[in-house]
């Protein structure tokens, strides 16, 4: 047994509560918690919060560092460790990275590329490079007519542990109104009026004819290798239908106030990108995080795009009645994911969980990660 590690004069902040106290660690997981001082003489956090190390489970940062510039491939390791540094800077200690597989007719195929990143990610874990523990979330665009086969090549690595099933044809879940889609790809891509038209066409073709069977072989792949599923950008009760229908567990930004209602009914966790909290909306005009959250029916927070803003989302909406002070706002970013992935080992600060644990302070409203450790061993 190496020497305990003892946090004291800390404000712990734990699954339902807050209050002053010490926090004892042992060979990474936590043997004791208790109020006021500690039995003996720890690490002075001089009234700063301890939080539960946070828990992505959805940001597509990974493919940023990799692909730095248009066509620009960064050595994989290089992108791995360059992310690593982010998400734990960020007080995430479990991160999901998000790779996309299925292609459009008419793209390069990137599925080679992102199984690099996996090869990459499973090397750093295993050399103990990484400061963060991650695994892999893989997103399926299931209107392309080779993501079952993409997504087949990644269902034996084991850091795969979750799948979100997506559709962006136009006119589908995000984009009901194709207008949108016009303007989100049609600004991506700086094509014409025409040829964007034409686009809506074939793609709508191609739903029409791959969409339903690939969700299905994709869920029945997830389900023989326990792999929890989202459902993506749901708009209508029978989205949310459908998405009980096959067994999933997560709903991710649901674009409509009922979509969402209905899925944390059924027992769905509901989750939306911080972001959109710290920017207060919707980049494509859906309905916010925070009516989410006001109406008691937001599960969980994800960064997205912006490793820094699951910390800032969560301490934005701790005013929220429903949300219930900062011990329910920092659920959303921690507990919540961590469940809904399936790993119970971590996500709070509890007796017998992973000592994954920050230290914050406040520069005014911007929370400040000060230090952060995983596992009792200090890693930022
Ligand atoms: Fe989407």
Avoid at 35 to 52: F, H, M, N, Q, T
Avoid at 224 to 231: F, M
Wanted: negative net charge.
């Amino acid at each position: 047994m190496s020497a305990p590690v003892i946090f004291e004069n800390a404000e712990i902040v734990t699954a339902d509560t807050q209050f002053r106290g010490y926090v004892i660690s042992q060979d990474g997981f936590i043997t004791e918690i208790g109020e006021g001082r500690a039995p003996e003489k720890g690490l002075d956090l001089k009234g700063d919060y301890l939080l539960p190390g946070l828990v992505e489970l959805h940001t597509d940062h990974l493919e940023v560092h990799f692909m730095p510039r248009p066509k620009v491939e960064w050595p994989a390791i290089s992108a791995v460790l360059a992310h690593d540094a982010q998400v734990i800077g960020a007080g995430i200690t479990t991160v999901f990275d998000a790779l996309r597989v299925g292609n459009d007719y008419d793209e390069e195929k990137f599925g080679a590329r992102m199984k690099k990143l996996a090869n990459a990610v499973a090397s750093a874990k295993a050399d103990d490079l990484t400061r963060a523990e991650h695994f892999l979330h893989l997103r399926c665009e299931i209107s392309c007519a080779d993501v079952v086969e993409e997504m087949e090549q990644f269902l034996t690595d084991p850091n795969l542990k979750l799948v979100s099933v997506m559709d962006h044809t136009p006119g589908q879940r995000q984009f009901t109104d194709v207008s949108k889609w016009k303007q989100y790809y049609g600004g991506k891509k700086n094509v014409s009026d025409a040829q964007l038209d034409e686009t809506i066409q074939r793609r709508m073709t191609i739903f029409a004819k791959y969409s339903e069977k690939n969700r299905q072989d994709i869920i029945e792949r997830c389900q023989r290798h326990a792999i929890a599923i989202a459902s993506h950008d749901d708009a209508t009760a029978e989205h949310v239908a459908e998405a009980v229908r096959d067994g999933m567990h997560i709903a991710e930004f649901p674009t409509t106030i009922e979509a969402a209602e209905a899925s944390h009914e059924a027992g769905l966790k509901v989750l939306m990108g911080a972001p959109n909290v710290v920017r207060g909306g919707s980049h494509s005009g859906n309905v916010g995080a925070q009516t989410l959250a006001e109406a008691g029916v937001l599960d969980v927070l994800s960064s997205d795009y912006v490793p820094t803003s699951l910390l800032m989302g969560a301490f934005a909406l701790r005013d929220i009645k429903a949300v219930g002070s900062l011990a329910g706002a920092i659920r959303l970013v921690s507990k919540n994911p961590a469940e809904a992935a399936g790993l119970t080992d971590r996500g709070e600060i509890a007796k017998g969980k992973r000592t994954d644990v920050l230290r914050v302070s406040m520069a005014g409203e911007q929370p400040i990660v000060r230090e952060v450790w995983r596992e009792g061993r200090r890693v930022a």
